[in-house]
């Protein structure tokens, strides 16, 4: 059974550089035909993916958010980690890590992460 656990700081201020990291288990991130996301919903709103990390680190990211972020990962402690820069109350968000499964037909998600309050405030 995959897993998925995010980490870092509740509370950033404005600004800031907001960094999460993604904890997986029961599988490796290199594994065939899967990647990996982050997604975030800020309060009120529905969800908005922000970046995505390829089994072979290949990354791609929404455009939107593209100039203030970067996605990276560490296969030897088969995490990887978004970063945030010059963060905004509109940052505020729980934001979800997940994983990307690929089929012939296009992808979905399978196993997310339970997720974790970011709140943007000085």
């Known amino acids: 059974q995959v897993q998925l656990q995010e980490s870092g700081p509740g509370l950033v201020k404005p600004s800031q550089t907001l960094s999460l990291t993604c904890t997986v288990s029961g599988g490796a991130i290199t594994a065939n035909y899967v990647g990996w996301s982050w997604i975030r919903q800020p309060p009120g709103k529905g969800l908005e993916w922000i970046a995505f990390?390829?089994?072979?680190?290949?990354?791609d990211y929404s455009p939107s958010l593209k100039s203030r972020t970067s996605i990276s990962r560490d296969m030897s402690k088969n995490q990887f980690t978004l970063h945030l820069s010059s963060v905004t109350p509109e940052d505020t968000a729980v934001y979800y890590c997940?994983?990307?499964?690929?089929?012939?037909?296009?992808?979905?998600?399978?196993?997310w992460g339970q997720g974790t309050q970011v709140t943007v405030s000085s």
């Open positions: 990390i390829a089994n072979t680190g290949g990354t």
């Open positions: 997940a994983r990307r499964n690929f089929y012939s037909g296009g992808y979905y998600y399978d196993y």
